[in-house]
């Protein structure tokens, strides 16, 4: 049936030819920071959006579209190369990992199939390099910089006014009644809270208004008749608990489509001005839509299915999201939706939703929320992201939109939470999820390789891996399955090892673990005996970290996990403040990370203490 549908659209790109029609339709992207979809033509009446809301009447409107991250870099690596970010080791926030040889990025397959590519501005890639292939990449490129104006074109313009950052900026005269904001359940009603949301809303509009500034400037060129157009946002909203979070709320975004009526033999699936579509679709699925779309078969390596084009394949059953470090906080987390409900699996269910990053600090909602946490002043719902995290969860997005109600253990919905179960943990091992390393040892094993090489390359038995990985963050699994797994000749199945053992309190197995050669199973090791009732082993494991917490020795990536532990699990005295302010600084850094080691030094030392 696929085979089939491809024939009949390259059929009719052969008839719209014979016309004398163009089969190269130019290609607008058109994309925003850090917002869902809070826009009126998605039912939002706070919103005050025009002029997306009239592109949305002339446009095919996606009720469900995940970003797989709900976080720029991650979910940007994902677009640029059409593979889920966990494929290529590239989902933590931020990252630079090596892709592998001679691969291509979708840039470049768009300039080969003879278009000029534009992007204005933002890259942001966990990639070593920056350098994607692009004609033109800065804050001056435009469709209007090619060199003959008969050359079809691609361009993106990203809107920044919406990012995160210009929530909390300030002076700002708000525009929209913070009494009219509707806050979603799990943040507490607060003047700082309502504040961060009309301010958010302020910027949606501000960022619409740009938006309208471009789709004139198509329009005054002539080119809105020959021009497909995408709006998207990149991930969910800025405030917390949705960017970072592979909640729905952190990964669902606005997606619009309008093809012009001449490449109509283009659209997507029930195409309609004004329409609604019901298909699942993702950011992994856009490099390959764009490829169809210029009239080129997607490349083999693609993990993303086209939506549009010549090569559109089947609708999704199932979107995935994931969750790695985030900044200076390790995390593990996977997600999946059918579009009802969303399953998600925690890797470290014995450590809070949220943490202090630096970063998301600065948005007064985050500040004030903590605080109320502290001070006992939050409902259970409100206060539950400040604790640590059960093993799964399970939503119903139609009764619980704000996901707040885990049904992962009601059992009248225990096939449903088996099959999406099921399909994520599949979807880890067939997509070869570099997660499941802990980012320290992904480096160490890649050894200057690309992951996706060392994923490729049959070293590794992901199914095992996942089934190490499952198994420790599993209440049921028995502790004697660890300490035979300690013994294993692999550094990331000891890692699994040591969190399972870990989750069960097992000290004694984790002893001699503490000097492994591997410095990601070590500090894994020391979080489980730091935690104990002896007092040796708890000194002994707390100087082990402060060891591995040099990055001179072990490296940036083994630093910041080692931190972690220490941040989380030891009471900081005199005595250990004073071994962490004799650390080295985190300079030289890996690319793209910017001194996240430090950062934590800085939240756990008292200031001018370093």
């Known amino acids: 049936m696929f085979r089939f549908c491809c024939c009949v659209c390259l059929l009719l790109f052969s008839i719209s030819s014979a016309r004398g029609e163009s089969v190269r339709p130019n290609i607008l992207w058109l994309v925003s920071e850090d917002n869902g979809q809070q826009l009126g033509c998605y039912g939002d009446e706070y919103a005050d959006t025009p002029n997306l809301d009239r592109l949305a009447e002339k446009s095919l409107r996606y009720k469900t579209c995940w970003s797989n991250a709900p976080v720029c870099a991650p979910a940007r690596t994902t677009i640029i ?51 994607a292939g692009w004609n033109d990449s800065g804050k001056k490129a435009h469709f209007r910089n090619r060199p003959d104006a008969s050359m079809p074109f691609f361009s993106i313009f990203n809107f920044t006014i919406s990012h995160e950052s210009k ?33 958010y809303y302020d910027r949606m509009t501000e960022m619409d208004r740009e938006v309208g500034q471009v789709l004139a400037q198509l329009q005054e060129d002539g080119l809105a008749d020959s021009t497909i157009v995408f ?27 309008h093809v012009p009526e001449q490449f109509q033999s283009l659209a997507p699936a029930g195409y309609a001005a004004g329409g609604v579509s019901d298909q699942l679709v993702a950011f992994v699925d856009l490099a390959p839509t764009l490829i169809s779309l210029v009239g080129t078969e997607p490349l083999a390596n693609m993990q993303g299915t086209a939506f549009a084009g010549p090569y559109a394949g089947e609708a999704k059953k199932y979107l995935f999201g994931y969750r790695g470090r985030m900044d200076e906080r390790i995390d593990m987390v996977r997600s999946v939706t059918d579009g009802r409900y969303v399953y998600m699996k925690h890797f470290y269910p014995d450590r809070p939703y949220l943490k202090h990053i630096d970063y998301m600090f600065q948005t007064p909602t985050t500040a004030i929320w903590k605080q109320m946490f502290d001070e006992g002043k939050l409902n259970e719902v409100q206060a539950k992201v400040w604790k640590n995290k059960p093993f799964e969860e399970l939503f119903d997005l139609q009764n ?32 070869k999820d570099m997660g499941l390393f802990p980012e320290a040892e992904m480096h160490r094993v890649a050894d200057g390789r690309a992951p996706r090489d060392v994923a490729l390359s049959g070293e590794v038995d992901f199914a095992a891996l996942a089934d190490a990985a499952w198994d ?59 935690i104990s009732d002896d007092e040796a082993l708890k000194a002994s494991a707390q100087d082990r970290l402060v060891e591995l917490a040099n990055a001179d020795r072990y490296g940036h990536f083994a630093a910041i996990a080692a931190l972690n532990v220490i941040d989380m699990r030891i009471p900081i005295s005199d005595s250990l403040r004073d071994q962490l302010a004799k650390l080295p600084g985190s300079s030289p850094e890996p690319i793209r990370v910017k001194g996240y080691s430090d950062r934590l030094l800085e939240h756990v030392l008292p200031a001018g203490k370093r």
């Open 81 to 131: 190369s059409g593979m889920y970010a966990t494929s290529l080791g590239g989902h933590h926030m931020r990252s630079g990992v090596k892709l592998p040889t001679g691969m291509k990025l979708y840039p470049q397959v768009v300039r080969e199939a003879g278009y000029y590519c534009s992007n204005r501005y933002k890259t942001d890639y966990n990639f070593t390099t920056q350098d």
């Open 167 to 199: 929530i909390r900026n300030k002076p700002h005269t708000l525009v929209h009644d913070p009494a009219k904001a509707k806050l979603p359940a799990y943040h507490p009603d607060t003047p700082e809270v309502r504040r961060d949301w009309a301010q």
């Open 231 to 257: 709006y998207y946002g990149d991930h969910g909203s800025g405030m917390p608990r949705s960017k970072r979070w592979p909640f729905d709320s952190g990964l669902r975004v606005p997606l619009l489509v």
């Open 400 to 431: 619980d939109p704000d996901e707040v109600n885990n049904l992962a253990g009601d059992a009248t919905h225990q096939e449903k939470l088996n099959e999406l179960r099921t399909q994520l943990k599949s979807w880890m091992i067939d997509t």
């Open 472 to 530: 420790a963050t599993d209440d049921q699994a028995d502790s004697q399955v660890f300490v035979k797994m300690s013994q294993h000749p692999q550094g990331v199945m000891r890692f699994w090892a040591a969190r399972g053992l870990t989750l069960r309190h097992a000290t004694e197995a984790l002893v001699p673990m503490m000097d492994d050669e591997c410095p990601s199973v070590a500090i894994a090791a020391c979080e489980g005996l730091v």
